[in-house]
C-alpha cells in the first residue's frame, strides 16, 4: 500500500505512520511544522520516522494547491490517503478563524482534488472529530445523532469536512471514511490538551485550569486504540451508495474530568492544585462514544482504560523531557 499521510509529525499522525511502516507500506508525510505548539516536538516525532527507508516527508501546506501538487507529482502511485492534518484545538478557534478555515476547509477539498488525480487511488480517510455534536444532550453520541448545531468554529469546519467528503464521494465515486475522534491522549501527545497540560503543571508545581467548575467528561481513548480503529477504517471501504461513512473512534466510557486528574496524580506521584473556571465559549460538558457502528463494521474493540493509558503517558513524558530539549 502507498499512502500519503497528512499531518505526519503530528500526534495521531505520527502513530499512524508508525504502524503503516510497521507492516511494511510506504509512506509519503506531509506536514507544514506550523508553530501551533513547540516545533522541536514534531521533529522529534519526524527524526524517528526518517530513519525508517519506506518513509519518505514532504514539508508541505495541505490547503496550498500549488504545493500538493508538486508532492503529487512526485509521488504518482498512491492508492490510499490519511487525511488527519488540520488546525486543531476548539478555543483556539475563537481567536484565529481564518486558519480553521484554510486548513480544515479548504485543506479537505485540496486533498480529495488530489484523490481524483491518482490512478490507482482506493480510499480516502480522514480525521473528523466528537466536535461536531456540539452541545447534544443524549448520550452516548451515535452517528445517527443531529451534528447541525455545532458550538465552535472548529467544529462547523469538521461537519463541513464530512459534508464535503459525501459531496465527492456522490460526484466521483471517491471512497471516503470520515473518523470522529474522541478526546485522544498517550505518548507524544499535543501540548495543547489535558494531559500534557496537567502534568506539566503538576510537575512544576503550578495550579491547573478545570472548566465548568469541575463538572466536565470526555471519552478519553488511548492513542493506540485509535490507530487500530484507523487502520482498520483504511482497510474498509464504504459498499454503499455514494461510497461515504462516517464512525466515531471513542473508549465508550465518559469519564469525570476530576477522575482523570486524579490518575494523573497517582501516576505522578503528586496532588494538583486546581482552580475552577467557568465554562468556556465553544466547549461542551460531556463527550461519550457509541461505537456500535464501528465496532459492527471496523471491529473497532478499544481496550485501554485511563488507569493504564495515563501511567504509559506519564512515562514518555518524563522520558521526552530528561532526553529532548524544550523550544
Known amino acids: 500500500m502507498q499512502v500519503l499521510l497528512t499531518g505526519a509529525a503530528g500526534f495521531i499522525g505520527y502513530h499512524v505512520a508508525e504502524a503503516l511502516l510497521a507492516r511494511g507500506d510506504t509512506v509519503v508525510g506531509v506536514d507544514n511544522l506550523n508553530a501551533y505548539y513547540e516545533v522541536s516536538l514534531k521533529d522529534a516525532r519526524l527524526a524517528r520516522l526518517k530513519a525508517n527507508k519506506n518513509f519518505t ?26 487525511h488527519l492534518a488540520a488546525q486543531a484545538g476548539v478555543r483556539h478557534s475563537l481567536k484565529d478563524p481564518y486558519t480553521y478555515i484554510s486548513s480544515n476547509v479548504m485543506g479537505q477539498v485540496v486533498m480529495l482534488e488530489l484523490a481524483r488525480e491518482f490512478a490507482s487511488f482506493e480510499h480516502f480517510v480522514y480525521a473528523s472529530s466528537s466536535s461536531v455534536y456540539g452541545g447534544n444532550t443524549k448520550l452516548p453520541f451515535s452517528i445517527d445523532d443531529d ?33 470522529r475522534f474522541f478526546t485522544v491522549y498517550g505518548p507524544w501527545g499535543r501540548p495543547d490538551m489535558a494531559a500534557f497540560l496537567f502534568t506539566k503543571a503538576i510537575l512544576e508545581g503550578q495550579p491547573i485550569r478545570v472548566f465548568n467548575h469541575g463538572e466536565m467528561w470526555r471519552d478519553f481513548t488511548y492513542i493506540d486504540d485509535i490507530v487500530a480503529g484507523i ?16 464512525y466515531n473512534l471513542g473508549n465508550h ?75
Open 147 to 179: 451534528t447541525e448545531q455545532p458550538n465552535s468554529l472548529y467544529a462547523a469546519t469538521k461537519k463541513a469536512d464530512e459534508l464535503i467528503g459525501h459531496t465527492y464521494a456522490h460526484l466521483y465515486g471517491i471512497p471516503s471514511t470520515g473518523l
Open 231 to 246: 487502520l482498520a477504517a483504511v482497510a474498509h471501504k464504504p459498499a454503499r451508495t455514494p461510497p461515504h461513512a462516517v
Open 57 to 82: 516527508f514532504e514539508k508541505a501546506d495541505i490547503s496550498d494547491r500549488q504545493s500538493m501538487a508538486i508532492v503529487a507529482a512526485k509521488h504518482s502511485s498512491i492508492t490510499h490517503i490519511v
Open 253 to 327: 466510557k465518559s469519564e469525570k474530568l476530576t477522575d482523570f486528574i486524579g490518575t494523573l496524580e497517582r501516576a505522578l506521584g503528586r496532588k494538583a492544585e486546581y482552580v475552577l473556571e467557568p465554562m468556556q465559549q465553544g466547549d461542551v460538558a460531556r463527550t461519550y462514544a457509541d461505537i456500535e457502528a464501528s465496532r459492527r463494521d471496523l471491529g473497532f474493540d478499544p481496550k485501554t482504560p485511563i488507569s493504564e493509558g495515563i501511567p504509559r503517558f506519564v512515562k514518555w513524558y518524563q522520558d521526552y523531557y530528561r532526553t529532548w530539549p524544550k523550544n
